[in-house]
Nanobody, 121 residues
Framework: QVQLEEFGGGSVEAGGSLTLSCVVS????????MGWFLQAPGKEREGVAG???????AYADGVKGRFTISIDNAKNTLYLQMNSLEPEDTAMYYC???????????????WGQGTQVAVSS
């Protein structure tokens, strides 16, 4: 059974940085896609960044140049480095994984429980 657990959320001032981690277990395929999503209160979940097993990455327009997605296969851990954080980045952040779907949509089959990020002005 695939399980994902996020770490690294917290509170930070605008302009600051945070690194989110997502530890994956039970994932048996060599081909995969993973992604980070955010969901602000009262809003729908939206894609932030995605990465495929071949290293291809994709980012939402609002985070390009500020956020970096990466994966350490040896540690089964997905990361999201977030720099130049803005109050608008405040949300619950989720990681997701899938064997077939790649992209910034919410079609992923496996999800973590989320970690809260709060950015103050």
């Amino acid at each position: 059974q695939v399980q994902l657990e996020e770490f690294g959320g917290g509170s930070v001032e605008a302009g600051g940085s945070l690194t989110l981690s997502c530890v994956v277990s039970g994932y048996s395929h060599s081909d995969y896609c993973m992604g980070w999503f955010l969901q602000a209160p009262g809003k729908e979940r939206e894609g932030v960044a995605g990465i495929a097993s071949d290293g291809t990455t994709a980012y939402a327009d609002g985070v390009k140049g500020r956020f970096t997605i990466s994966i350490d296969n040896a540690k089964n851990t997905l990361y999201l480095q977030m720099n130049s954080l803005e109050p608008e980045d405040t949300a619950m952040y989720y990681c997701a994984a899938d064997y077939n779907y790649c992209g910034l949509g919410t079609e992923y089959n496996y999800w973590g429980q989320g970690t809260q990020v709060a950015v103050s002005s």
